[in-house]
Structures are given as structure tokens and as C-alpha cells.
């Protein structure tokens, strides 16, 4: 059941996913008000824009940092924030998968610690929803229940430690929480259609100009990854869930991701339909357990190639995850919501035309048939 009304404090609001999610709380309940975290105020009016006038009459910013204790509001913010604040949505987080482990922690880990704080001097708060990340299971194989998962395997990289100490701070907090995990994003929905750039595109396009001749992982590898669609309407609809406190849903593919053998198929016959591409001869890159990948990546890093090396380190922070066969549950989220998430096979092949008809969002104006 839906709650309605009431004021919400959403950090990362000037976001791509953090803009979309507001946007879907307007859209689902007129009469909610919203509080929007903002960094730099100079970005907020093309949010509003975007929002229309009707819902960003809604919204009020409200200039703060996560890096500072209770977000560095003033003491009139601060004292707005506590009196009317109902809901927090911590969606904020820095996503760079290569940073080192004390500043992801900056942000993730004391950002998280410092929304708390705030929360916890909210009168009348019902919530507070975390956005985390499906791979705060790290190196875990096998399959990933909607739970606390541990820490024993470790991680691929600083971000997914940093995302998992936070969550840690949220469940010790004592308030009603809400822990929500998605996979990563690659486009908008089914149209294939991408509105924010990441890891996962940069590695394709490496692949795509025959940089990288390695891939961990095996045929059968399921490769988790979502739409900004569904993961905005789950957050915007189970944020307002009346009774889910102390749960942790993933918001993932699931059993619905794509093995990554049949991946490759629909990426490598987009690519050949160029001619341009074909000519070139560039060959599928052999696929190798997680122990063979370590060996190639340190052939590389001897061979002293500055190319190779470069592009050998900036797939390091993520494509080890191939090799790591895991399958996210998602029947709690499948139930809150009512329907699983999209199939990654119903738009990866429109992904990937998208990326080589935009030249990886180079040429925005074009458009795929």
C-alpha cells in the first residue's frame, strides 16, 4: 500500500537516476512535497525545467553537503528539513569505480553516516530509504539473497566497499529503513535508448575497437544489468511502501540477465553490420576463468604497452565481476511491485545499435531506426 502525502528529502536529485526517481514520486502522488538536496545550486533550474512547472512547484532545494555533518544545511534549513521531512531518499553516491577506498568512503560510506544523522532529528519520519548497489556482494558467486550478505568474499572494487559500509551504518541506525539494491543501469527502457554514459558502456566501446583480446568469465555467465525506467518506478513506488521496513530488495535482471555468450552474439552481429567494422577483422575477445584474466592482466602490466596498460586498468574495476557467476534473487522485489524486471535479451540489441549510430553519445542528433 501507498502512502500519500507527506514531504520527502531525496539527495542526488540533480542526477540522472535521482532526477527520474523525483519525477516519478510527483507523477504518483500529486499532493507530495518534495526537499532536494543540492550541491551546486547552479544545476538545480535545468532540473526544474525538466520537471515542468506543475511538479517543480513541488520542490524545494535545499543547498547541503554530504561530505558535512548533518549535510551542511544552515540552521533555517536544518530546521525546516527536521519539521517536515517524512521520507529520506539517500540515492546520492559517487559511482567511479576506480577511486581509492578513503574517498569513496567520503561520499558513500560518511555521506550515508551524515543523512542518518539528519534523518534521525526528523519529527515525524516514517523512512529512510537507502539506495545502495546489487554488488555490494562482491566477490560472492552463486546466488544473492535480498539480505545482509557479509563481507567475507571482499570486493572488486572501493565502491562496492564503501556502498556496503553504509549500509551496515543504515541497518545499526535504529530508524525504519529501507535498503533498495539495484544492478546497473545501461539504458532508459526497452527503446535502447541512453541517457547516461558509464562502466559498462566505456568497456563495450574498448572491446568494439579490438583494444582489449580478454574477457573473464564463461559462456553461461549471467550479465546483470537494468533500465533507468524500472529502477526509478520501483524506488518511487516501494520509497512510499507503507510496510517494508527492515527490508533489503534488489532491484535487478535476476534470472531474466543475459549469458554472457549470447551477449557477445548480439553485440558482435551489430558490430559486423558495419562494413566499416568488418573490414577491420576485429576478432571476439577469448573468454578466460577469473585466474587466467589475473595472468593476462599481469603479462600486460610487464609488457610496459602504456596503451594496453591503460586499457587493461580502467576494465579492472568491473569486468572481473564476469567471472564471478552470480544470480541476485529478486522474488521480494518481483512481489512488492508486481512484475520482475525487463528482460536484458528484450533491449541490449537496441543498446548497442544506439551506441554505435550516437558514436557512444558523440553524435547525440543521431537517432536509431
Given amino acids: 500500500m501507498t502512502r500519500k502525502g507527506g514531504t520527502v528529502l531525496i539527495t542526488g536529485a540533480t542526477g540522472h537516476l535521482g532526477y527520474h526517481t523525483l519525477d516519478r514520486l510527483l507523477e504518483q502522488d500529486s499532493s507530495l512535497q518534495a526537499l532536494a538536496l543540492v550541491r551546486d545550486p547552479a544545476r538545480w533550474p535545468a532540473v526544474a525545467a525538466n520537471?515542468?512547472?506543475?511538479?517543480?512547484?513541488?520542490?524545494?532545494?535545499?543547498?547541503?553537503?554530504?561530505?558535512?555533518?548533518?549535510?551542511?544545511?544552515?540552521?533555517?534549513?536544518?530546521?525546516?528539513?527536521?519539521?517536515?521531512?517524512t521520507?529520506?531518499?539517500?540515492l546520492a553516491a559517487d559511482t567511479t569505480f576506480s577511486r581509492p577506498?578513503?574517498?569513496?568512503?567520503?561520499?558513500?560510506?560518511?555521506?550515508?553516516?551524515?543523512?542518518?544523522?539528519?534523518?534521525?532529528?526528523?519529527?515525524?519520519?516514517?523512512?529512510?530509504?537507502?539506495v545502495s548497489t546489487a554488488f555490494v556482494a562482491g566477490r560472492m558467486t552463486g546466488s544473492v539473497p535480498e539480505r545482509d550478505n557479509g563481507s567475507v568474499a571482499g570486493w572488486v572494487n572501493a565502491y562496492e566497499q564503501s556502498k556496503y559500509e553504509a549500509e551496515a551504518l543504515v541497518r545499526e541506525s535504529g530508524l525504519p529503513w529501507l535498503i533498495l539494491r539495484p544492478s546497473t543501469v545501461v539504458c532508459e527502457d526497452l527503446d535502447g535508448s541512453v541517457g547516461q554514459f558509464n562502466v559498462v558502456h566505456r568497456a563495450l566501446r574498448l572491446y568494439h575497437h579490438g583494444l582489449a583480446a580478454m574477457m573473464p568469465g564463461s559462456q553461461e555467465s549471467p550479465v546483470?544489468?537494468?533500465?533507468?525506467?524500472?529502477?526509478?518506478?520501483?524506488?518511487?513506488?516501494?520509497?512510499?511502501?507503507?510496510?517494508?521496513?527492515?527490508?533489503?530488495?534488489?532491484?535487478c535482471a535476476g534470472a531474466r540477465a543475459l549469458p554472457l555468450g549470447e551477449l557477445l552474439d548480439i553485440t558482435y552481429d551489430v558490430w559486423a553490420a558495419a562494413p566499416g567494422w568488418r573490414r577491420r577483422s576485429i576478432e571476439r575477445p577469448a573468454l578466460a576463468d577469473a585466474e587466467t584474466y589475473r595472468l593476462f592482466e599481469g603479462a600486460v602490466e610487464e609488457?610496459?604497452?602504456?596503451?594496453?596498460?591503460?586499457?587493461?586498468?580502467?576494465?579492472?574495476?568491473f569486468v572481473p565481476h564476469l567471472a564471478l557467476e552470480k544470480q541476485f534473487e529478486t522474488r521480494?522485489?518481483?512481489?512488492?511491485?508486481?512484475?520482475?524486471?525487463?528482460?536484458?535479451?528484450?533491449?541490449?540489441?537496441r543498446m548497442v545499435e544506439y551506441l554505435v549510430a550516437t558514436d557512444w553519445g558523440s553524435r547525440p542528433e543521431m537517432v536509431v531506426a
Fill in 51 to 85: 520537471l515542468g512547472r506543475e511538479r517543480s512547484d513541488s520542490v524545494a532545494p535545499v543547498i547541503g553537503e554530504l561530505r558535512s555533518p548533518a549535510l551542511g544545511l544552515s540552521a533555517d534549513a536544518r530546521a525546516g528539513v527536521m519539521r517536515a521531512t
Fill in 224 to 251: 546483470d544489468v537494468v533500465t533507468s525506467e524500472y529502477v526509478s518506478d520501483a524506488i518511487a513506488r516501494l520509497a512510499l511502501h507503507s510496510d517494508i521496513a527492515g527490508r533489503t530488495v534488489h532491484l
Fill in 101 to 130: 577506498l578513503p574517498e569513496a568512503r567520503a561520499i558513500n560510506t560518511d555521506g550515508t553516516r551524515h543523512a542518518l544523522e539528519l534523518a534521525g532529528d526528523c519529527r515525524s519520519l516514517e523512512r529512510f530509504v537507502y
Fill in 87 to 90: 521520507t529520506v531518499i539517500h
Fill in 332 to 349: 521480494g522485489a518481483d512481489a512488492l511491485l508486481g512484475h520482475p524486471a525487463p528482460r536484458v535479451r528484450d533491449y541490449w540489441r
Fill in 303 to 317: 609488457t610496459g604497452d602504456p596503451v594496453l596498460r591503460r586499457v587493461i586498468h580502467s576494465l579492472s574495476h
